[in-house]
């Protein structure tokens, strides 16, 4: 066997994916995670790839940008497309997965590969290999252990953070089915969600005592540092009353068969796993102390007996300020041999930090042979990341999800129902081209 010369630290969504490319690339490579000598304030699990929040990859449309995203990963031979395909949960038309075998799948994949070496144990310091001829990719998350994440900060000088919130996790018999029904969003067949009715006064009480209850509290000079795309529920109820109501608890096509209407408002419910004996609360990522979050969830109708597998939470999400630090290869700037993935890089969600593992992966593989790195064409899902990661104005840089408005503009007019098929097919053509190009498959 060629001596191992790329190592990754991180055995999460990136860093599995990273290690899978690089091995189908014939390179060996071994792969630290600090799990399960040390956990994360919200990782419990000793399986690589584990889920901290939501179970969803959200939507599967390739006419939307994080469909778009997942067909380009698809195409590139992706092992965590691959798991989420084979532990699929019915979710209407997103991409949903049972999280146990999910990790289980991704975690026998990589433990079984001949080309893939596993650690578990925890690196606190970066790697000074500037000079030598071997390669690092850092894929250590959000939440990246304390001592490693100082060593990230005097390497790049900054200290950049926010915060994400975690939602709660339901036991599904605790669930009262004669208030709750079952639909998807404008979907005429059985539907995949469980919806939780409420009229105007339930809802106006609801939000009454969101407005009032008690909230874990932050340190002055850390408030109001959210994600926009990932809200906590009382954040939104503070802009505004009907807020909710045109967000997570939009109740447009989805009428309550007992009232053949669209109630006030309506918390969905999101199968966790495949038995369906837990329910995701859908967008209630909450910063209630654990106590008020039993107390106002079992306000909502169908819920007041609800006991919570999992409570909402709150945490410290860092990252570094991509334009500053990172070349479109996402190698730094101050270290080629030094390679970024993940959350880490200033991309946001699951899809999008795995995607930013795929890409590392190929390059780490591609330096290793001495081969040049590459950067997709801007006009794919992975172009517009990168274009946003290394090309937006430093003082205005902060995560973001893959969306429509990172692609390039399109260039002329046209009916917005007809966007999102013309920028798909324009990225797939794209990627296509690019892959017989760069050789990449
Ligand atoms: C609280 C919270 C909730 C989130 N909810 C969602 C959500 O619902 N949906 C969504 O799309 N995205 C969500 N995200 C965002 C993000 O997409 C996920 O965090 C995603 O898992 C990031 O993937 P990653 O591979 O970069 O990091 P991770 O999946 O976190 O993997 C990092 C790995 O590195 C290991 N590690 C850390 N430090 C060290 C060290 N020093 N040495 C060795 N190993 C180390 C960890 O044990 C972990 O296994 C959330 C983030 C947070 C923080």
């Not at 994916?17 to 419990?44: G, T």
């Not at 796993?273 to 106002?296: D, W």
């Not at 070349?327 to 270290?335: E, H, S």
């Given at each position: ?5 790329i190592t990754i630290i991180g055995g999460g969504l990136a860093g599995c994916e990273a290690a899978w490319q690089i ?6 490579v071994?792969l630290y995670d ?6 994360s304030?919200?990782h419990?699990?000793?399986?690589l790839a584990e889920l901290v929040?939501?179970?969803?990859f ?11 995203l997942?067909?380009?990963m698809?195409?590139l031979?992706s092992l965590i497309m691959?798991a989420a ?18 990790a289980?799948?991704i975690?026998?994949?990589i ?5 893939i ?19 690092t990719i850092l894929a250590t998350g959000p939440l990246t ?172 999400n860092t990252f570094v300020?991509g334009?500053?630090?990172l070349?479109?290869?996402l ?7 030094l390679l970024l993935a993940g959350q880490l890089t200033g991309v946001e969600g699951y899809v999008e930090s795995t995607a930013m593992g795929l890409l590392a992966g190929i390059n780490a ?17 992975f172009?517009?990341l990168i274009?946003?990661l ?9 995560p973001?999800?893959i ?39």
């Amino acid at each position: 066997m060629t001596e191992t010369k790329i190592t990754i630290i991180g055995g999460g969504l990136a860093g599995c994916e990273a290690a899978w490319q690089i091995a189908k690339r014939d390179c060996p490579v071994i792969l630290y995670d600090m799990k399960p000598l040390k956990f994360s304030p919200v990782h419990s699990s000793e399986m690589l790839a584990e889920l901290v929040c939501s179970n969803s990859f959200r939507s599967d449309n390739p006419d939307s940008a994080v469909g778009l995203l997942k067909e380009e990963m698809r195409l590139l031979d992706s092992l965590i497309m691959q798991a989420a395909h084979a532990t699929s949960v019915p979710a209407g038309k997103a991409l949903a997965v049972d999280r146990h075998s999910f990790a289980s799948f991704i975690t026998e994949k990589i433990n079984s590969h001949p080309l893939i070496t596993v650690i578990r144990e925890e690196i606190t310091r970066l790697p000074d290999d500037a000079d030598t001829d071997h390669l690092t990719i850092l894929a250590t998350g959000p939440l990246t252990s304390s001592p490693l994440a100082s060593s990230l900060q005097e390497f790049t000088g900054q200290n950049l953070s926010f915060y994400d919130a975690i939602a709660p996790i339901v036991e599904a018999d605790s669930l009262n089915r004669d208030i709750i029904y079952q639909a998807s969003r404008y979907d005429d067949g059985p539907g995949d969600y469980l919806n939780c009715p409420m009229n105007r006064d339930e809802y106006d009480n609801f939000i009454q005592a969101l407005a009032t209850a008690e909230k874990v509290p932050l340190k002055e000079f850390e408030k109001k540092k959210y994600f926009e795309g990932c809200l906590p529920i009382e954040v939104m109820q503070e802009r505004g009353d009907n807020t909710l109501r045109f967000g997570p608890m939009k109740p447009v096509g989805l009428p309550d068969p007992r009232t053949g209407h669209d109630p006030y408002a309506v918390v969905q419910l999101r199968m966790e796993n495949r038995e369906g004996s837990h329910y995701n609360m859908v967008g209630f990522q909450t910063k209630l102390t654990y106590g008020e979050q039993k107390r106002v969830f079992r306000m909502i109708p169908g819920m007041e007996q609800a006991q919570f597998a999992r409570l909402g939470s709150i945490h410290r999400n860092t990252f570094v300020c991509g334009p500053e630090v990172l070349q479109p290869t996402l190698q730094c700037k101050k270290n080629k041999n030094l390679l970024l993935a993940g959350q880490l890089t200033g991309v946001e969600g699951y899809v999008e930090s795995t995607a930013m593992g795929l890409l590392a992966g190929i390059n780490a593989a591609r330096l290793n042979k001495n081969e040049q790195p590459v950067v997709p064409p801007p006009e794919t899902a992975f172009g517009a990341l990168i274009i946003h990661l290394t090309e937006t104005l430093i003082k205005r840089f902060q995560p973001s999800n893959i969306n429509f408005g990172l692609f390039p503009p399109i260039g002329r007019k046209m009916p917005k129902r007809e966007r999102g098929p013309f920028r798909s097919q324009k990225a797939l053509a794209a990627i296509n081209d690019w892959f017989k190009k760069e050789s990449l498959l």
